[in-house]
Antibody
Framework: QLQLQESGPGLVKPSETLSLTCTVSGGPISSSSYYWGWIRQPPGKGLEWIGSIYYSGSTYYNPSLKSRVTISVDTSKNQFSLKLSSVTAADTAVYYC????????????WGQGTLVTVSS | QSALTQPASVSGSPGQSITISCTGTSSDVGGYNYVSWYQQHPGKAPKLMIYEVSNRPSGVSYRFSGSKSGNTASLTISGLQAEDEADYYCSSFTSTSSWVFGGGTKLTVL
């Protein structure tokens, strides 16, 4: 059974960079046919897609966040990561990592999510 | 990219059927059959309920079904049960090789 687990600081100061890692177990992250994505959900609000990375290394970002986002993969650790720079209070959210099937273009496996608060 | 439009809330009694709409544009919902639906209970991660407009993943109840007409996709839940009470989100692939979610719909089972 595939499992995804987010990890990283729960508190980030304004203007700094938010860094999260998603560890994948139960299957190799380098498998063809999958994207690996990040989605966030501000408290009490809806889901927002942040970006995705394909197994080939190609990246795709939400246009509204593109200038601040970097997603990368570390196949040796079976992990992928998110960096979001110049954060503000508006970036406070639960951050989820998820697997996306490239044939169906959906999000079929999700991590449990991790709350990141931006505050001084 | 703008979020897909969903009603903020819907409700129904046990045993009834409800439908949640998801309206986009020809650049997302109307242009691709890559619409998916997610169920989210409070404090939990979203769960895939429908993919490619109308397909159910293994393990998802037959009571959940999806359809699409033009720029609007729909999720129908028949035979409402108490455990169906949750937030529901639609998502679509877009013409800019990105994904967009709907604003979410809170389903209340009366």
């Amino acid at each position: 059974q595939l499992q995804l687990q987010e990890s990283g600081p729960g508190l980030v100061k304004p203007s700094e960079t938010l860094s999260l890692t998603c560890t994948v177990s139960g299957g190799p992250i380098s498998s063809s046919s999958y994207y690996w994505g990040w989605i966030r959900q501000p408290p009490g609000k809806g889901l927002e897609w942040i970006g995705s990375i394909y197994y080939s290394g190609s990246t795709y970002y939400n246009p509204s966040l593109k200038s601040r986002v970097t997603i990368s993969v570390d196949t040796s650790k079976n992990q992928f990561s998110l960096k979001l720079s110049s954060v503000t209070a508006a970036d406070t959210a639960v951050y989820y990592c998820a697997r996306q099937r490239d044939v169906n273009l959906d999000f079929d496996y999700w991590g449990q999510g991790t709350l990141v608060t931006v505050s001084s | 990219q703008s979020a897909l439009t969903q009603p903020a809330s819907v409700s129904g009694s046990p045993g009834q059927s409800i439908t949640i709409s998801c309206t986009g544009t020809s650049s997302d919902v109307g242009g691709y059959n890559y619409v998916s639906w997610y169920q989210q209970h409070p404090g939990k991660a979203p769960k895939l309920m429908i993919y490619e407009v109308s397909n159910r993943p293994s393990g998802v109840s037959y009571r959940f079904s999806g359809s699409k007409s033009g720029n609007t996709a729909s999720l129908t839940i028949s035979g409402l049960q108490a455990e169906d009470e949750a937030d529901y989100y639609c998502s679509s692939f877009t013409s800019t090789s990105s994904w967009v979610f709907g604003g979410g719909t809170k389903l209340t089972v009366l």
